[in-house]
């Protein structure tokens, strides 16, 4: 099945309203894509990004969000707020998180859960740990994460984009070899099948080191349908670049 691709920035803790406004500028500019494009700012800068892409096709979301609905819940951001500035995707459970803020499988999924709830998509990480690679558990550890957001998504979980980040991959240059992410990508799209007869059009992102040099390659893959861009997501011409691959 032909899926359209999908590019998404996440910019992590990165930039400024100067740097932001130069960075948009460059993308716009670049347009139209044959793939869907969206950005990922922290959390302030999200109104800013939000007028600057309006009416237009670039899409943005945000890069966390909580499991609850609103009330006293101090530095949390409910995800009815980012759907009433027109948030449409929200990241959750990057190993980022994971590893920093100890996030578990369960809490990942319900935060999934109270995107989709207001209408904001979330894209769910999952991804194994070096030494869980060279232990051989990568099957079971991706399987284990999603299979969590599979259960509590229950009859919305075609609704979900998943991504697949290797943790040795994020931000250390060493990107999983097209072979090795399209391993992980058919075992999470059977996983998928086994849960929805809609796995087939869904879409499972690849990221970790993804550059203008590998991006081609990676999206050759028969499951990988777009990528999640940490550092190469920062500089116009590079995101640019891997955006076109994709198209
Ligand atoms: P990277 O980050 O592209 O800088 O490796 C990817 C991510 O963490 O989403």
């Known amino acids: 099945m032909m899926r359209r691709k999908l590019v998404v920035g996440n910019w ?67 995800p009815a707020m980012l759907a009433e500035l027109g948030c449409r995707y929200v990241i959750v459970g990057h190993s980022e998180r994971r ?67 290797p943790m040795w991959a994020i931000g250390t240059g060493l990107t999983a070899s097209p072979e090795q992410a399209q391993a992980v990508h058919a075992l999470l799209r059977q996983q998928l099948r086994a849960a929805t007869p809609r796995a087939d059009g869904m879409k499972i992102l690849y990221g970790g080191s993804v550059k203008p040099d590998n991006a081609a390659a990676l999206f050759a893959q028969a499951d990988i349908d777009g990528s999640l861009v940490g550092g190469a997501a920062l500089k116009a011409v590079d995101f640019v670049a891997i955006c076109r691959a994709a198209g």
């Open 12 to 78: 992590k803790m990165h930039g400024s309203r100067a740097a932001n406004a130069t960075l948009l500028q460059g993308l716009l500019q670049s347009r139209p894509f044959g793939c869907d494009v969206a950005v990922c700012p922290p959390f302030p800068y999200l109104a800013d990004v939000a007028s600057t892409l309006a009416a237009t096709d670039l899409r943005w979301g945000a890069q966390d969000c909580s499991v609850h609905t609103q009330g006293a819940y101090t530095g949390e951001v409910a």
């Open 99 to 165: 590893t920093l803020h100890g996030e578990s499988d369960q809490l990942v999924a319900d935060k999934a859960k109270a995107a989709l709830a207001c209408g904001v998509t979330p894209i769910v990480c999952v991804g194994e740990t070096r030494a869980q690679r060279e232990a051989g558990q990568t099957e079971a550890v991706v399987k284990r994460q999603l299979s969590c957001a599979i259960h509590t998504l229950a009859h919305c979980a075609s609704e979900m984009v998943v991504a697949y980040e």
